[in-house]
């Protein structure tokens, strides 16, 4: 069984920092993509950022140049550093793994982390 399993995510105020991590956990074979995705109440889930095995990353232009997406391929982690945060990045946050486990390549969803930031 594959499990991702999100931590940090919280309140803050506006303009201050929060760092949200993910880690796959499981009979994984291969890890592709691994990314953030947020949810508002609503509205439809969206890309926030994603890197791939390789390091390549892809951005929402809303976050680009506030949020910084890492990965450690070793530990099977993805991280969300989000600095400036704003009252529109109030949202569930979602961590997104294409990976391989005893079967082909699918998506795996952790079970979200709630971001809230305060005006």
């Known amino acids: 069984q594959v499990q991702l399993v999100e931590s940090g995510g919280g309140l803050v105020q506006a303009g201050g920092s929060l760092r949200l991590s993910c880690v796959a956990s499981?009979?994984?074979?291969?890890?592709?993509?691994m990314g953030w995705y947020r949810q508002a109440p609503g509205k439809q889930r969206e890309l926030v950022a994603k890197v791939t095995s390789g390091g390549t990353t892809n951005y929402a232009d809303s976050v680009k140049g506030r949020f910084i997406i890492s990965r450690d391929n070793a530990k099977n982690t993805v991280c969300l550093q989000m600095n400036s945060l704003k009252p529109e990045d109030t949202a569930v946050y979602y961590c997104?793994?294409?990976?391989?486990?005893?079967?082909?390549?699918?998506?795996?969803w952790g079970q979200g982390t709630q971001v809230t930031v305060s005006s």
């Open positions: 997104n793994a294409d990976l391989r486990g005893m079967g082909p390549l699918l998506p795996y």
């Open positions: 499981g009979s994984i074979f291969r890890i592709a993509t």
